[in-house]
């Protein structure tokens, strides 16, 4: 049985990250990752360019109940520590809006910086080793794979990710690992999603797109406010926006059931509803055709899509429609098309600053695993980096 002092289960971001630090604080550390090659989500992130994180790094970007593990966490590896990290190993960066990319816009330079740092500290990496089971021993634990292999450990850094693009291996396997150490698991559900709606608007203006503001709103109470961009398609709403305010309503419904759940839209977010409403009622004063009210201030489909509702030339009913039109939202597009996971290892057992298991000594978690959801922007891999790094230190 081989023997190491760390073992990391996956080897995804956070999971390289915590071999790194692990390797660099002296253990003798093994990564078992499941799939044949590391870090396959990492090469999709930023579409292609790896968003690996933000500007204005804090604890208020990601979800309240994490706030404070997510706090202290940065505490100790926050945005100039991620960066100088990246920077020693030859990434060089810019900022952009400010999200922070590799200057080659590609994130299959940040994964080979990875890989080549792996390779310089000697980490062995087992591949196609899928964890089923962790055992207790008499100094530490054993890790077993579905094939039958083991590997003895003092520590355990658990980096299973959450259950986006399952074929790229965050499948939500290592949550039944975190069970069996008597972990609870806040409901996994989609964030950062496409939603699906029922409405005409979706079918006749699929595939155009419109700046606006969108709003979550839940049993008639708006949760949150978002400026984006909106993209109508078949099966309902995408777009900026709309991902940006998908967490929520993803929660709302297939978390908790409820079924008052709905996007409101802005599609003039440039004019306040007076400015709106006069600018209408000069129209109609100038006896401009229902279908053409809309003309300069929408996109021309749009108002073909209108103008049956223009028919009585009802200016307030107009401006409601344009600067609050409802959506009922039936539900989210899955995990293959989810940019996040929203739920995991709930964060109350774990331990802040060590990211240790408070029900397991010398167990630690890092990553999407963990109940810790950040907004789009990078902010999700900037806490893969802090996370791995920080739990990789096993204190």
Partial sequence: MQKF????????????????????NGEDVVICEKMQRLGKKILISGAGRCNISNEDLSELHYN?????????????????????????????????????????????????VLEEELKRLKIPIEFGFDVNHIADSAKGFIVKSKSGKTIFCGSIVITGGGKTYPGLGSDGSCYSLAESLGHKIIEPVPSAAPLLVKDRFCHFLQGQKIFCIARSVIDREVK??????????????????????????????????????????????????????????NRISRHFAAENL??????????????????????????????????????????????????????????????????KKKVYFAGEILDVNGERGGYNLAWAWASGFVAGLTE
């Fill in 224 to 281: 949150k406010e978002i400026k984006g961009e909106i993209l109508f398609t078949k099966y309902g709403l995408s777009g900026t926006a709309i991902l940006d305010i998908s967490e929520d309503i993803s929660i709302a419904i297939n978390r908790l059931g409820k079924k008052l759940v709905q996007v409101s839209i802005d599609m003039a977010p440039f004019m306040d509803k007076n400015g709106l409403k006069r600018e209408i009622e």
């Fill in 64 to 112: 309240h109940e994490a706030s404070g593990l997510v706090k202290s966490v940065f505490s100790r590896f926050d945005k100039e520590k991620i960066e100088k990290f990246f920077g020693d190993l030859g990434l060089k960066l810019y900022s952009q809006e400010n999200r922070i990319f590799p200057v080659t816009n590609q994130a299959a330079s940040v994964l080979k």
């Fill in 294 to 359: 809309m003309i300069g201030i929408l996109p021309n489909k749009f108002s073909l899509v209108l103008k049956d509702l223009f028919k009585d030339k009802d200016s307030g009913q107009i401006v409601n429609a344009v600067k609050d039109k409802r959506f009922d939202v039936i539900g989210t597009r899955g995990w293959n098309e989810a940019e996040f996971t929203a739920g995991g290892v709930d964060t109350k057992d774990v331990k802040e600053n060590t990211l240790e298991s408070k029900l």
């Fill in 5 to 24: 002092s760390t073992v990391i289960i996956g080897g995804g971001a956070s999971g390289i990250a915590a071999a790194i630090s692990a390797r660099r």
